[in-house]
């Protein structure tokens, strides 16, 4: 495959975010009727919208209020805002696809925002040729649309770009769009690997795994 472009999730991809979503998250369930161990909110939540987890928090017994995705990005923006550190290796990641003129993008569930937040204070949105969010497109993951949107307006070729995803969300929507899909998973990731991520644990084995 002749690679044509990239298209990075932004969220425990280029940067280390979901910690801090995730505590809050676990907090607010707790609050509202869903106690969970933190890792178990992980499982159950990762790679989904705001909105897409308030609908099912609620219908697994939660009792959030209709105010509470708008509030939970509130509080989100503000803790993010104080610094979000990027993933390990991220930046080299970066830079050998500039070497080697492959433009990349972002394709997020998050939205518009919070991606502003993350990628601003690093410098980083003049180095991306879009961030695109499934919120604003309004067919978030796991649809395969934020990624043909991407491909589309990256010029590239569906069958010739390479999603890089943490959850599996986003790796059924790669392979629904037809992309080749690498899996981050630092710690292991086993239902990355089952909807058909080929699973990578450093970011600095990324540009080999690519070919550059």
Not at 25 to 35: E, N, T, V
Not at 60 to 85: H, K, V
């Amino acid at each position: 495959m002749t690679l044509e472009a990239v298209i990075f999730d932004c969220d425990g991809v280029v940067v280390d975010s979901e910690p801090a979503a995730f505590e809050l998250l676990a907090q607010d369930l707790a609050l509202h009727g869903l106690p969970m161990l933190l890792d178990e909110v992980h499982r159950q939540f990762l790679g989904g919208t705001v909105h897409g987890l308030h609908e099912k928090a609620n219908a697994m017994g939660a009792t959030l209020p209709a105010s509470w995705p708008n509030d939970f990005y509130d509080r989100l923006y503000a803790i993010l805002a104080q610094g979000t550190p990027l993933m390990p290796g991220i930046l080299t990641v970066l830079d050998a696809l500039d070497a080697a003129s492959i433009p990349f993008a972002i394709g997020s569930n998050g939205s518009d925002e919070k991606m502003q937040i993350t990628l601003g204070q690093h410098g980083l949105i003049p180095r991306f040729k879009g961030l695109f969010s499934g919120q604003t497109l309004g067919k978030p993951k796991p649809a395969p649309d934020l990624y043909l949107h991407a491909a589309r307006a990256l010029g590239a070729n569906p069958a010739h770009c390479v999603v890089i995803e943490d959850s599996p969300t986003g790796a059924r929507a790669a392979k629904a769009a037809g992309m080749r899909c690498m899996g981050y998973a630092p710690h292991g990731n086993p239902a990355l690997a089952d909807v058909g991520a080929e699973l990578f644990s450093d970011m600095k084995d990324l540009p080999s795994l690519l070919g550059l």
